[in-house]
């Protein structure tokens, strides 16, 4: 019992890393725009976020619960300790690389592909719950479209609402808007995000018969909301940089657009107990976004490059996780 409960010490730590490190990965999804736009200062807008993704992490439980139970039953997996720490130490190497590089990857992303790369390495195909993880790659897949799709429609309506009045008029009155769609953006955040190292520790606790169902201890959900507002206020530059100045000029009406629609998006995937990208749902939407301002006037280049990292990530984490599986199987489990 006392070496199971130093696996499960490492196991909590390792979500909360994730988290943390999610936090700040993250933290352009909530205010890059209104940075980039001067409604906020730096200072400020990352408080905000912080303050904000932690109400978000504490409100529900559901995403946690989608995590926890949908791609494997933890209950069935014979090695489910060791699956869960090659999910996390996956999906950290594939976060921080990606913020070092400043591309805005997806968290999700990462944590899907980890665990179902952890999973077929431990107990082969059979070990995957095939409606689960289709329902959650839907998700994935969907979301992002449909970000695209509520940023280019809310930008058409404001842009025709608006067409008479003074530029001037207009930046003044939507950088106020942009303090609550900020607001709005970073509470969705909090609660999905920070949900899914809630769901992964329940996972581990279920493996490791510490508990019989998918229920998230308080404890759990404090903890990780905690770890994420607290990686929230470290701020992640990089991707800041990129999301808020490298795909088209954002000017405060395209950021409160932006910021809506996505955040829409994500809070109705939470609803639905659906884990969604963030960062894409974000960067779909400042891309649908700056369509309906002008076509021309996105980088798509850098979209595209973007986009590259979304399609890449499943696999390369899947593969990661499985080969972190590997090691530990050659070194520890056998």
Known sequence: MDQMLIIIGLIVF??????????????????????????????????????????????????????????????????????????????????????????????????????????????????????????????????????????FILMTILKYMFAKASPHSVNKYFRFGQIATASMQAFSHGTNDAQKAMGIITMALVAGEFQSDLEVPFWVKLSAALAMALGTSVGGWKIIKTMGTKIFKIEPINGFAADLGSALVIFGATITHLPVSTTHAITSSILGVGSAKRFNSVKWGVAGRIVTAWVITIPITALLAALVYGMMDLLFIS
């Open 14 to 151: 390792l979500a909360l890393a994730f988290d943390f490190i999610n936090g700040f990965h993250d933290t352009a999804n909530a205010i890059a725009t209104s940075i980039s736009t001067r409604a906020m200062t730096p200072r400020v807008a990352i408080l905000l976020a912080a303050v904000m993704n932690f109400v978000g992490a504490m409100t529900f439980t559901g995403v946690a619960k989608t995590i926890g139970g949908s791609v494997a039953d933890p209950a069935k997996l014979e090695h489910g300790l060791e699956v869960v720490i090659a999910t996390l130490i996956a999906a950290i190497i594939w976060n921080l690389v990606t913020w070092w590089f400043g591309i805005p990857s997806s968290s999700s992303h990462a944590l899907i592909g980890s665990l179902a790369g952890a999973v077929v390495m431990s107990a082969g195909m059979d070990g995957i719950n095939p409606s689960g993880f289709i329902k959650i790659v839907q998700g994935l897949i969907f979301s992002p479209l449909i970000a695209f799709a509520m940023g």
